[in-house]
């Protein structure tokens, strides 16, 4: 399935020993301060006049926070990163910092609903145009992008995990002198990394797989020197989403394991998966890692994916039957959670991504966690037995 590719041998870039740490502790310290105080009038001018690079206070510069970040880098081989106090944060700032009124960006369909929501609100407000395309089509992505100043990108998208050739789509952008940005949440930077493949900016909700516990909301973007240099000068610190020393501190911790969190979501949802395609109860499975290939540059396929199920099967049943699957939103985390399809449409927020998303109603999403194969699998045979007609 990943063509000899071992993500466990990623996990030597996640090494945040810093050997400057006090108390020679293998655990970074937690920075936890708002200011940072100067030894004397010199040493403050010298960071003033930025002759000197140190933290001054902690919205532009804390170590915790620096050392996620430069980890981050790191794993998705970019020059530099940033971190945010959410993903949305991440996504606002990053896309502000590239856009002016009168801009269009040109956007794979499905993004997630409240990147969809900001294109359609703020951004509107602010006279910057959207124009949706299926990622899928090569040829469509090309007539819209002449004249487009960013390309947002994910793939898979949100919900349905449509799937695209990032690398060929990039080098598209790039023909046309178009800054592209991709959403890379779902697979990772052990299953897919956009900077080789010609991507310019990549941004993660941290609040999935990076931390990976559930218990932290964060995001980061990462790219060039002067492309991230740009979104810390113009936004970062205005717009002032910052990630707090104790997030940055937990997300060190989840990056940890990241290699062997994504080799076990994987194991275990490509076998959920190719399992419920086969159960006379559904009737689709859209998961990537169910294709004979995945697109080039995908190398592993994370634990969210959603299938249909077919008429007759109560689906309001089969989620109440359901123990070790928990109903919730977000995703990545330890644990295995359901979102069905029905209650995303009767969502009342404006603009509404659901039907642009073509959710349907006997879909449902699930993440397939780390509770183990067999004890999720039979789960979900007792919810189908209990919800059947
Ligand atoms: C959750 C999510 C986001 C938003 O991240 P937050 O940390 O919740 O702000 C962005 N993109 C994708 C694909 C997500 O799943």
Not at 217 to 233: D, E, H, Q, T
Not at 289 to 308: C, D, E, K, Q, Y
Request: with cysteine.
């Amino acid at each position: 399935m990943n063509d000899g590719f071992d993500p466990l041998e990623q996990a030597s870039l996640i090494v945040a020993h810093d050997e400057n740490n006090a108390y020679d502790a293998v655990v970074p310290p937690i920075v936890q301060t708002s200011l940072f105080t100067f030894t004397d009038y010199d040493d403050m001018v010298a960071s003033y006049r930025g002759e000197k690079v140190r933290p001054i206070y902690t919205r532009g510069l804390n170590p915790t926070v620096r050392m996620f970040e430069e980890m981050l880098a790191k794993l998705e081989g970019a020059e530099d990163a940033l971190g945010f106090a959410s993903g949305m944060s991440a996504i606002s700032s990053t896309v502000l910092s590239f856009v002016a009124p009168g801009d269009r960006i040109v956007a794979v369909r499905h993004v997630y609903p409240d990147a969809y929501r900001l294109f359609g609100t703020l951004l509107k407000r602010m006279n910057v145009e959207v124009t949706y395309v299926d990622g899928r089509d090569e040829a469509q992505v090309a007539r819209a992008l002449p004249g487009a100043k960013l390309f947002y990108m994910e793939s898979p998208t949100s919900w349905v995990m449509e799937t695209h050739d990032v690398a060929a789509l990039a080098t598209l952008a790039r023909s046309h002198g178009v800054l592209s940005v991709i959403d890379n949440s779902w697979a990772s930077p052990i299953f897919q990394q956009p900077i080789a493949l010609g991507v310019d900016l990549v941004i993660h909700s941290a609040s999935k797989y990076l931390g990976g516990h559930s218990d932290v909301v964060a995001g980061v973007v990462a790219g060039s020197k002067a492309l991230i240099g740009r979104i810390r000068a113009e936004a970062y610190p205005y717009l002032g989403g910052k990630l707090s020393p104790f997030d940055a501190w937990l997300l060190i911790r989840g990056l940890r394991t990241l290699p062997i969190r994504m080799k076990a979501h994987e194991r275990s949802a490509v076998e959920i998966a190719r399992r419920l395609q086969a159960h006379g109860d559904v009737e689709t499975v859209c998961y990537p890692g169910l294709a004979n290939r995945l697109p080039p540059g995908l190398t592993g396929t994370s634990g969210l994916f959603s299938f249909i199920v077919r008429e007759g099967v109560n689906v309001r049943t089969f989620c109440d039957t359901l123990q070790l699957f928990k109903l919730g939103v977000s995703w990545g985390g330890h644990e295995s959670l359901i979102v069905p399809g029905e209650v995303v449409l009767s969502q009342k927020a404006q603009p509404n991504s659901a039907q642009a998303f073509g959710i349907s109603a006997r879909s449902v999403r699930v993440h397939i966690g780390l509770e183990g194969t067999e004890a999720l699998w039979s789960d979900l045979e007792a919810a189908f037995a209990a919800a059947s007609d």
